[in-house]
């Protein structure tokens, strides 16, 4: 991640007191990403040591924010659209099917997963998306370093402005201001229209290309949500996972790096030589079978002969070490509500879904938390932003019908509901329950009668199948068949006869 600041327009576009809190905000943002990363991590040694010591860093807080990320998106959300009368039915499958086209095209579950990172780690991201005539439409998201916005004053969740800029790479960049290329993007609302400024520019500000400018996107809004992650009430700015784990990452790092020192002079334990020679001491040699000649110093004092010792620390703290390490690694699972489980931990719960659904409830809990804090009005949002404008701009014939958007949040565990849910299967083949019972409780936003018309049709059509498969079957019976089965039936009643 770029650490590139464009402080002189951040200024320009938000006033010097308002851009110079933004400008010291994205300097923390990037140290953020550094820690993230990992070299952010290393820290400062006291310089004058006889030993270079060790800096062992073990990157949890990347590993952790993935696992929550990958929890809570790996499985994108289903988006539904549910029409309010029934005669609609058909027009919202329609458009349902059509948004998850315009996902597919975007690579919406790569992009979801993405800007979860960023809005874990930055405190926020930006959901854009752009289109004109002629064009089809684009969902992207943008990290926190690379957007700058103001809200309307009495509503905090709707955009006045916000300004997209990042540097294009470039091989023939090598600080040189004039040499840099910085895409700018500005959408602002003019006169209740929202209006768009983008073009290529030099580090100076200035233009590289004729910038396209004044282009009236013909909305009433700015096609652009922030999500913030976490914080209060009016927050604009969030709060960021890494801040919250880099405490305890920090003394994970020292105390392990601590410890490898520690085993390291363990290793390599000082000798000690008492009354011996000088000249027998300075021949020691350090090696495998090596011979030591000791001699006596000759100015040794009551008789006594030299003597070479090994000093040991006779202190056994293995232990205490590696509880202190898995006390802070717990700390840091728990304060992103991730069980810390193993494989081997998990053996004797593996066919329960019921007890893997209780481990992973508080990491749910977690999830169902940031959906319901800005992602799930987020989506509902570009549902609704999409249809304006796909019908806007020619892209997509859309109806217009009464509709709302639901969002089912999909987790990466056998949970209560998949077991309650075969259950209740168990209990319609046994006919312990009703197939209307069923579908109205497990497909709430399906018609149920329709659903059970449905079903009888696709049996009728199966029996229909099955019975002109027989009848198919039974005409080619060879002819010679049905006098055998005659001559059959005439020697057995010549047998009875005979009998009687």
């Given at each position: ?39 952010g ?11 270079v ?19 809570m ?6 988006i ?10 058909d ?16 690579s ?16 926020r ?8 005539e002629?064009?089809p ?7 926190a ?11 905090s969740e709707?955009?006045k402005?916000?300004v997209?800029f ?21 959408y602002?609302?003019?006169d ?17 290309d004729?910038?396209?400018?004044n ?7 700015i096609p ?13 700015e ?8 880099l ?21 390599f ?17 350090v ?31 293995d ?11 717990n700390?840091?699972y ?7 489980v193993s ?19 508080e990491?749910?809990?977690r999830?169902?938390e ?29 109806p ?6 639901t ?5 990466p ?26 579908v ?8 149920a ?5 449905q079903?009888r ?16 079957e ?6 010679d ?7 059959t039936?005439?020697?057995?009643a ?7």
């Amino acid at each position: 991640m770029a650490d590139l600041i464009h402080e002189g327009w951040i200024k320009e576009e938000l006033g010097q007191l308002y851009g110079s809190r933004v400008v010291t905000e994205i300097e923390a943002i990037n140290k953020l990403y550094r820690i993230y990363e990992g070299p952010g991590q290393v820290w400062e040694t006291t310089e004058g040591l006889e030993y270079v010591p060790t800096k062992a860093v073990t990157n949890l807080i990347k590993k952790l924010i993935k696992a929550e990320v990958r929890f809570m998106a790996s499985r994108a959300p289903e988006i539904k659209i549910v029409a309010e009368n029934k005669a609609d039915v058909d027009k919202a499958k329609a458009l349902e099917t059509w948004i998850t086209g315009v996902l597919n095209s975007n690579s919406w579950q790569r992009k979801l997963i993405q800007a979860a990172r960023d809005c874990f780690i930055g405190k926020r991201v930006a959901l854009k998306i752009s289109g004109r005539e002629g064009k089809p439409l684009r969902i992207g998201f943008r990290p926190a370093q690379e957007f700058v916005f103001e809200v309307v004053e009495d509503d905090s969740e709707s955009l006045k402005k916000i300004v997209f800029f990042y540097q294009v790479m470039d091989e023939k960049d090598d600080g040189d201001k004039s040499k840099q290329k910085i895409w700018r993007q500005r959408y602002e609302i003019r006169d209740g229209k929202c209006i768009l400024d983008e073009g290529l520019y030099d580090g100076n500000g200035k233009p590289i290309d004729e910038p396209f400018k004044n282009f009236d996107t013909k909305l009433p809004f700015i096609p652009c949500r922030v999500i913030i992650n976490d914080g209060l009430t009016g927050d604009l700015e969030g709060e960021s996972d890494v801040e919250e784990l880099l405490d305890n990452q920090d003394d994970y790092n020292h105390t392990k790096s601590d410890d490898r020192d520690a085993l390291r002079f363990n290793m390599f334990p000082m000798t000690k030589v008492t009354d011996a020679s000088q000249d027998s001491v300075e021949a020691i040699k350090v090696s495998p079978g090596a011979l030591i000649d000791l001699q006596t110093d000759s100015s040794a004092r009551d008789g006594r002969q030299a003597n070479m010792d090994i000093l040991e620390a006779k202190f056994n703290y293995d232990q205490r070490v590696e509880n202190h390490l898995n006390r802070v690694k717990n700390d840091m699972y728990g304060i992103l509500s991730i069980p810390n489980v193993s494989l081997e931990q998990l053996k004797g719960m593996a066919q329960s879904g019921v007890a893997i659904s209780g481990i992973y409830r508080e990491l749910v809990a977690r999830c169902e938390e940031k959906w319901a804090e800005g992602w799930d009005d987020a989506l509902r949002w570009m549902v609704e932003t999409l249809v304006q404008m796909a019908r806007l701009y020619g892209v997509a014939e859309i109806p217009e019908f009464g509709y709302n958007i639901t969002i089912d949040h999909l987790y990466p565990i056998l949970g209560t509901d998949e077991t309650e849910r075969m259950n209740d299967l168990n209990e319609v083949g046994k006919q312990a329950r009703s197939r209307l019972s069923y579908v109205t409780k497990w497909q709430k936003d399906a018609d149920a009668q329709g659903e059970l018309k449905q079903i009888r049709l696709e049996q009728s059509l199966l029996e229909d199948a099955y019975a002109g498969a027989v009848d198919a079957e039974l005409e080619t019976v060879t002819p010679d068949a049905a006098p055998i089965e005659e001559d059959t039936q005439a020697e057995t009643a010549m047998d009875v006869n005979t009998d009687g």
